[in-house]
């Protein structure tokens, strides 16, 4: 893979980098910028790439149209009223305008493809053939580098999920890392999930053993039909799964059983390339059981709304709002 000129900003300035954007932004809108502000801001741009970017991002979304669609239709949205009065309208548009600023820096990736050599977005799915004829299937908005040497094939999961089918090779074994968690295996089939603190690890075929070398945590086995949750300090004791569930994506399908609302819009918020946001919480007490269509996840929250009852707002086309 490539290597980008410029290094590139570590993960945790991330964060800072679309604040300054955002406050540059706002800065030179202002009546009062001056000269001073100009020639400040070019010397940002100017030490690094990402900054001119994130930036132009920021100045993409705050210029498009849909935000006037927003602030109307956000105002004028209530559950027992068709309109609102007009003082609500610069709240509105200010809230319309966050949230598209949120989107910006929740879809500013640019490290992360910098340091990929297979990447998914939202919404997409790839498959890949290994030069060791291993397979393995990225799922929506993931990210995975590849480091294969003659003593061991290595994969480290960056972001997001994974199904490998693995090409049995007893002297090199096959090792998915991510948090410093690693999944070993020398030939089977297993699905590697990021979580918030570690990784969910599902075995569909043969065996593996989930680790994490710097933690004093034992080893877990895992076999066929067997899945744990591992955190990275304390591990996680394994149990059954039902695969149909659990392998569904790999078929664009997502399938559930009784299953809360609230969880089932966490993973549809996986696929969808804008934001869903709840604003009447007893809905995401609901219950559902269903197979669903994860190729079209609007279609999907539509079909939802209309078994459930509840109702759904799009705003400037990128956020839906359920009520």
Known sequence: MDQPSTPLPSDQNQDRIADEAIAWFSRLRMSSATAQDLEAFERWCDAHPAHREVYERVSAMWDNPGLSVAASRTATFDGSRKTATAQWRPLAAIAASVVI?????????????????????????TTVRLPDQSVMTLNTSTAIAVQYDPAARKIHLLRGEASFKVTPDPSRPFVVEHQGIHTRAVGTEFIVRQLSR????????????????????????????????????????????????????????????????????DEVRRYHSGTVMVWNRDIENMRITGTYNLNDPSKLLGTLSKTLSFRTITVAGRVTVLY
């Open 101 to 125: 600023l949120i989107l910006v820096i929740l879809q500013w990736d640019l490290v992360t493809r910098a340091q990929a050599d297979y990447y998914t977005g939202v919404g997409e799915q």
């Open 198 to 265: 570690g990784a969910l690890v599902t075995v569909s075929e043969g065996k593996v053993a989930v680790s994490n070398p710097t933690a004093s945590w034992p080893v877990i086995p895992l076999e066929a039909g067997r899945e744990a949750r591992v955190d990275r300090g304390t591990g996680g004791e394994p149990y059954d799964v039902d695969l149909a569930i659990a392998t569904a994506w790999l078929h664009g399908r997502l399938v559930v059983t009784s299953a809360r609302l609230g969880d089932v819009l």
